[in-house]
Each structure stands twice: as C-alpha cells, then as structure tokens.
Nanobody, 120 residues
C-alpha cells in the first residue's frame, strides 16, 4: 500500500513563496514518476511539474516555469515543490502523485491535497 501525504500549503501574499512537501510511504518502485498537480475552483486538474526517478529529468507547465522547482530527497522519500513569485492565479488545491510500474500495470497514487491561497 502506497500513501502520499502533502503538507506546506497556506495563505501567502502575491510575490511570496511556499514550499510544499509530499511524504511517500509503502512499496515504491525504483522506476517511477513523481508529480505535482493542481486544481482551482471550477477548473480541471492540471499538471504543474513532474520528475522521473531514474533520470531526474523534470517537466513544468509553462505557467510555472522559472518560478516553481520540483525536487526529491530519496533518503526521506519526500518530494518538494518550491514555489516562488506566487500569483493569485496559483491559488488551487495542490496534489502530489506517484506513477509507477507494478508488474505489467502502470498505477497512479494520489495524496489528499493541500490548499494554496495567494491573496493580499
């Protein structure tokens, strides 16, 4: 059983910073993709950033490139999302996701989400 627990959300003023954390527990494959997604009220969930475990390669949504950074601490089984220069449009619930191969299947696991509100 894999579990993901996000933390670090909150209220921040425009231009401010937050760091989200996602602690992963359970049986984790060596080949996986970690990611952060977000969902604003009335909108579909969208990709924010992903990182491949083996290569370390990252991918970002155009709207956050240059402002957000995804990173991973393998020893702590934790993935981070550093968010700088936050804008009101970044307000959303942020979700952590783990996608990994289990046998012949590719399976997704999601955290419960953490609220980020950017407002003055």
């Amino acid at each position: 059983q894999v579990q993901l627990v996000e933390s670090g959300g909150g209220l921040v003023q425009p231009g401010g910073s937050l760091r989200l954390s996602c602690e992963i527990s359970g049986s984790i494959s060596s080949t996986n993709v970690m990611g952060w997604y977000r969902q604003a009220p009335g909108k579909q969930r969208e990709l924010v950033a992903t990182m491949q475990s083996q290569s370390g390669s990252t991918n970002y949504a155009a709207s956050v490139k240059g402002r957000f950074t995804i990173s991973r601490d393998h020893a702590k089984n934790t993935v981070y999302l550093q968010m700088n220069t936050l804008e009101p449009e970044d307000t959303a619930i942020y979700y952590c996701k783990l996608a990994q191969m289990e046998g012949l299947l590719f399976r997704d696991y999601w955290g419960q989400g953490t609220q980020v509100t950017v407002s003055s």
